[in-house]
């Protein structure tokens, strides 16, 4: 019985045939930082999920720290990303543009000429690496700790990508990626925000960018649009634990709420070997947050569908299920065995281990 799971539902003004989310997942198919018909065929083959949340794409060329990850900051990149938004919405499904700029998470060796490594301050890495096509895994290097004016820059480069997004790109919405330690969460974490202006120090203060980067992309593309991820206690990136952190993400919320945007996406990653997320946060969130909650992170279909039941929240996005299911929707409703993803082509540019996994039966041809 998953009847909550394949319930159709309405996330701001847009319909949803059920309630299972294909999850934000980066693939690093996007030769020159283009969205290209290999990724279209990938993302069509999972147009079965109710909503698909796109992998990371930046809204900058500063924030392009991995190899080979998607941009939709020029009209080029939007027109790529228009392939696999119609490749979706033909199978009836619908697509968020998840807009992530990589801040100190990042190389110069990944990014295009004349871009640079940003962050709130300047806070070196204990021990990450970070990839770099034909160079492997190489130390990075120290950020520029951002100006006021960078800033001011950041927050139009976002809203700037959502208008982008959804006037060409033909999304159904962008999600502002404040989780797992890339900008936003920078700004947002004492670790690695030292500053001593309005945009550091107090709760206030290191969510103002968030903040800004919200109501601008919500006056941009309007609130029904938006939606953020987050991950309290989340431990990638080098992020980690701090004493105000549930004081700061019940205020995170208070003002997503207060912005009206359509929804707030948890990030769990206990099944990844991160340390377990409290309950008393996710229930926060929950309480505090009055529209649309997303739950992710080691989710099968059974518990998937308790936590609805239980009103945890009103979606669950799956990630890894879908790299190697792209019709995991059906093998839910069949019962249906899954297939493992491999992850050893979780990152590598071309089709292998991106566009064929198996269906349960052959795709059909309408
Ligand atoms: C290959 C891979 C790429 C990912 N890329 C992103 C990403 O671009 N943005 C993001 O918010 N999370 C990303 N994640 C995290 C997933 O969205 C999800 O939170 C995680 O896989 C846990 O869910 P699961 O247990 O259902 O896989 C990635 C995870 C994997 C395995």
């Not at 394949?6 to 999850?23: D, H, I, Q």
């Not at 505090?288 to 739950?295: A, P, Q």
């Amino acid at each position: 019985m998953k009847d909550q799971l394949f319930s159709p539902c309405e996330l701001g003004n847009t319909n949803l045939k059920n309630r299972v989310v294909m999850a934000p997942l980066t693939r690093s198919r996007a030769i020159d930082n283009i969205p290209n018909s290999l990724m279209a065929t990938y993302y069509g083959q999972r147009a079965g999920a109710g909503l698909i949340i796109t992998e990371g794409t930046s809204p900058s060329p500063n924030g392009l720290g991995y190899p080979r990850i998607p941009g939709c900051f020029t009209p080029e990149q939007a027109r790529g990303w228009k392939l696999t938004t119609d490749a979706v919405h033909e199978k009836g499904g619908r697509i968020f543009l998840q807009i992530m700029h990589t801040g100190r998470v990042s190389h110069p060796g990944n990014m295009p000429a004349g871009a640079e490594v940003l962050a709130p301050s300047a806070v070196p890495f204990a021990d990450l690496k970070m990839y770099v096509d034909g160079k492997g895994e190489l130390p990075i290097p120290l950020a520029r700790p951002m100006n006021v004016q960078d800033i001011v820059d950041v927050v139009e480069e976002y809203a700037a990508t959502a208008k982008l997004a959804v006037e060409i790109g033909g999304f159904d919405g962008v999600e502002i990626h404040a989780a797992n330690g890339y900008l936003l969460e920078q700004f947002i974490s004492p670790i690695t925000n030292k500053r001593d202006d309005q945009f550091g120090g107090s709760i206030e203060n290191r969510l103002r960018l968030v903040r800004n980067v919200m109501e601008a992309v919500v006056a941009a593309i309007g609130a029904d649009r938006v939606g953020m991820r987050v991950s309290p206690y989340g431990v990638l990136n080098e992020m980690g634990e701090y004493d105000s952190i549930e004081e700061t993400y019940q205020r995170l919320a208070a003002m997503a709420n207060d912005a009206g945007i359509a929804y707030l996406h948890t990030v769990d990653h206990v099944g990844m070997g991160a340390p377990a997320v409290p309950e008393s946060i996710k229930r926060s969130l929950r309480d505090t947050f009055n529209r649309t909650l997303i739950l992710s992170g080691n989710y099968d279909a059974i518990e998937a569908e308790n936590d609805l039941q239980a009103n945890k929240g009103d979606l669950v996005a799956f990630g890894r299920p879908f790299i190697s299911n792209p019709d995991l929707v059906e093998r839910f409703r069949q019962d249906a065995r899954l297939q493992l993803p491999k992850q050893d082509t979780f990152y590598t540019p071309g089709p292998v281990g991106y566009i064929d996994y198996p269906f349960l039966v052959k795709e059909s041809v309408s």
